[in-house]
């Protein structure tokens, strides 16, 4: 810590393997300054998609790497599927790791973000934990009966064929609702990092072409094979870039050689600073 009067505010030394030419990069707690007046750029690893508060003083842990995490791994055993990996299309599998650990946990991880004061970490981690318990329930083999009673039959019980298509149609509906949620989210990533827009970018995408395999389904009730698939890479996309953004949080200078970069908009608030920061020493070195 450097030496400061008490009107000064203190602050951390950056570390010199973080900065180059005045530039941050990486994990904005590793060289975070401890004012309460202080605001850290956007940075995926805490979810937090704009300037915030320094959190070193909290009670609470990051809960941000824990839900991305639990939505990264859920998300990509089930776009394996999507895209028919190794000849895999039953997703039993899934259902398992979309109560567990998609949906339990990333749930719990949501509501440590509001514990810890992240209205758009709360809403996001909680929100995607409900949908993967929703899809949990629906997917649920002979649980719930909810893929069941769109089967339309005679006194028999047997298929007639009619309707053939209401279940796609109502699992459409049901991810395009979260494709116009995700939309809402991707809105405010805006000014975030490249990362994190990527995130949400890349499972908009694939909440739409899952919906669109299940909507632009056949007459005989067969999904759109090639638009399921797209929905599937999209979503291993996204998996990663999760992946991504909870090792950046994860990783400092207690735990890691090396801090993840993290690249900043150049129309964000870092952007700018860093824009600032770069004329201003050209400015000196002429």
Known sequence: MATTTATEPVMEKPHAAHEVNGTHFGNPLAHANTTDSARLPAFGGEFQPGLYRPTEHRKFANPAPLGLCAFALTTFVLSLINIQCREVTKPNIAVALAFGYGGFVQLLAGMWEMAVGNTFGATALS???????????????????????????DSAGKATGNHVNDLNNAVGFFLLGWWIFTTILLICTLRSTVAFFLLFFTLDIAFLMLAIGHLAADAKGKGNVASTKAGGYFGLFA????????LAGIA???????????????????????????????????
């Open 127 to 153: 929100s995607y934990g409900g949908f993967w318990l929703a899809w949990a329930i629906v997917n649920t083999p002979g649980g719930f009966n909810i893929v069941a009673s769109y089967a339309v039959t």
């Open 239 to 246: 998996a990663f870039l999760a992946w991504y953004n909870a």
């Open 252 to 286: 400092d200078d207690s735990n890691s050689f090396f801090v993840v970069p993290v690249a900043h908009f150049p129309w964000s608030q870092k952007g700018r600073e860093q824009r600032a920061a770069l004329t201003k020493t050209e400015r000196e070195t002429v």
